[in-house]
């Protein structure tokens, strides 16, 4: 009698172990994915913040610099303009009456060409990103004979619009829409000047006419590059910021 009692006794805590074992965790194999587990979606400053290092270490491997520095700036004011010479020609007339010494040629050379911070934001709609990009250079107006004249400060930002397309095969990509500057958004100050000349004078004289053309200029230089750039950003954060901006998902920070 004791031992058939002792041996349903000992089945019963058999089973009730069993039992527990079944409902317990297993040990994690870290070779061994876990099924059914999604994976984590990207942060959104994650995204934001990689396409504008994406977007800027393009941009100075691309040459933006050496492109900026290497403006034919001299020659196209010599060349924009009418009969007169030009806009350069138009404004030696404007002082060579207060500075005789202007009738010589001068010389524009632009230095320390660099690429400032980029800045983001989402439009309204959250289907389409524009991206600042701010330029800033110095700029060297020399005389062959007085040397060097004026250094001015130079700062001017292009907005470039990026939108997500989706091609026939059903893959999406990012592409440049409008890719412009602001109109009076280029910044002019003086940082050095010398010589027997109203600087002021010549300063507001060069402002009035580099208003003109480089913002044009450095536009036409710049939107091609930014255009290229986009096309070798990496796949996986191309996919990830299209697939937002096509559901128009917001992931750009407003601060």
Do not use: W
């Not at 933006?64 to 196209?76: R, V, Y």
């Not at 030009?86 to 524009?108: A, C, Q």
């Not at 107006?141 to 930002?157: E, F």
């Amino acid at each position: 009698m004791f031992q058939t009692g002792g041996l349903i006794v000992l089945c019963g805590l058999l089973a009730q172990t069993t039992a527990l074992l079944e409902v317990l965790p297993l040990p994690l194999d870290k070779n061994v994915p876990l099924v059914g587990t999604p994976p984590q979606a990207p942060h959104p400053t994650d995204l934001a913040g990689s396409l504008m290092s994406g977007l800027t270490d393009g941009l100075l491997s691309k040459g933006l610099l050496g492109i900026l520095q290497n403006l034919p700036l001299l020659d196209i004011l010599k060349t924009k303009g009418d009969t007169s010479g030009g806009l350069l020609g138009g404004l030696l007339g404007k002082v060579t009456s207060l500075v005789p010494v202007l009738n010589n040629i001068i010389d524009l050379k632009i230095t320390n060409p660099q690429l400032l911070e980029l800045g983001l934001v989402q439009s309204p709609d959250g289907h389409r990103l524009y991206v600042t990009i701010p330029l800033g250079m110095i700029l060297n107006v020399n005389m062959p004979v007085a040397g060097s004249l004026l250094k001015l400060a130079v700062k001017l930002n292009i907005t470039a619009e990026i939108l997500a397309v989706k091609n026939e095969q059903g893959k999406i990509h990012l592409v440049l829409g409008d890719c412009t500057h602001s109109p009076g958004r280029l910044q002019i100050s003086l940082l050095d000047g010398f010589g027997p000349l109203p600087v002021q004078s010549l300063v507001d004289s060069l402002t009035s006419i580099l208003n003109e053309v480089l913002p044009e200029l450095v536009q036409g230089k710049v939107c091609p590059l930014v255009n290229e750039v986009l096309s070798h950003l990496d796949v996986t954060l191309v996919h990830s910021i299209a697939d937002m901006l096509i559901h128009g998902l917001e992931f750009v920070i407003k601060v």
